[in-house]
């Protein structure tokens, strides 16, 4: 069994899934980062692959994407960080990016090699559903890796079924039509994803954007199987010293 379904049997709620910027804070930093979030909490580590144009990201993560470039940060050079990163984390662990870069490296060699290392999944906000459907699909799933879309409040019911079938491991639910890191309406949120719930949908759910704390983590949990939170937690490290104490700190906090 693959380890996020693994994840999902065994656990049905409370899921919590941490972004983080390859090579952010300093561009050694990945390992440790992820290392620090399995051991303090987190069920499953996204792991963004600095880019120079995230559309789907706030000024936070575009940030951290940004020092993650200055500090070097590359495909190769993630692939290389992690090489071995499996004798230590067993966690499952998705690679989060978008294709310009994916398809400057060659989308093949990247599936091949995120498969070798040991990477469970991709989330690319910026692969068409077409697209995905006629040429990225099967490659993807040659390689045994997962692929999540995401859905917004605003996607018709017929796409998010779609979206849901085409989906391995979970659905990433976009908690509005808006960047990472900005403030929600709880309220409108739990509306969405009491309607997502009814869908009986295939696929657990993990809803994304605007979850910073233990009050909107828990919020997003009872209507859904866990909660993403990146803007927050790439806060909470930047411009610390304490890398590791600062992530037992802010887990704890959620917790």
Same mark, same amino acid.
Request: glycine share 8%; proline share 4%; charged share 20%.
């Given at each position: ?69 200055? &500090?070097?940060?590359?495909? *190769?050079?993630?692939?290389?960080? +992690? !090489?071995?990163?499996?004798? #230590?984390?067993? =966690?499952? @662990? ?90 929600? &309406?709880?309220?409108?949120? *739990?509306?969405?994803?009491?309607? +997502? !719930?009814?869908?009986?949908? #295939?696929?657990? =759910?993990? @809803? ?48």
């Amino acid at each position: 069994m693959r380890r996020i379904d693994r994840l999902f049997k065994d656990r049905k709620s409370n899921i919590l899934n941490v972004y983080c910027t390859a090579g952010y804070p300093a561009l050694e930093s990945t390992i440790e980062v992820m290392n620090a979030l399995q051991h303090n909490g987190a069920d499953i580590i996204e792991l963004g692959m600095p880019y120079s144009d995230p559309l789907a990201d706030g000024p936070v993560i575009q940030q951290s994407s940004s020092i993650a470039l200055a &500090n070097g940060m590359t495909i *190769k050079k993630l692939f290389e960080q +992690l !090489k071995d990163f499996r004798k #230590k984390i067993s =966690i499952p @662990v998705l690679l989060m990016g978008y294709m310009n870069p994916i398809l400057q490296y060659g989308f093949e060699k990247f599936c091949a090699d995120a498969s070798s290392v040991g990477v469970d999944g991709l989330i690319l906000p910026d692969l068409p559903e077409h697209e995905f459907e006629t040429e990225y699909g099967a490659i993807i799933k040659n390689h045994g890796l997962d692929f999540i879309f995401l859905v917004t409040p605003e996607t018709s019911e017929a796409r998010i079924k779609n979206l849901d079938a085409l989906s391995t491991g979970f659905l990433y639910a976009v908690s509005s039509s808006s960047t990472t890191g900005s403030d929600k &309406n709880m309220t409108d949120v *739990k509306t969405y994803l009491q309607k +997502l !719930k009814n869908l009986k949908l #295939k696929n657990p =759910i993990l @809803v994304g954007f605007g979850i910073k704390d233990k009050k909107s983590f828990d919020m997003a949990c009872e209507n859904a199987n866990g909660a993403i939170i990146g803007t927050a937690f790439i806060s909470a490290i930047s411009g610390k010293s304490d890398i590791q104490g600062s992530i037992k700190s802010f887990l704890k906090g959620i917790r």
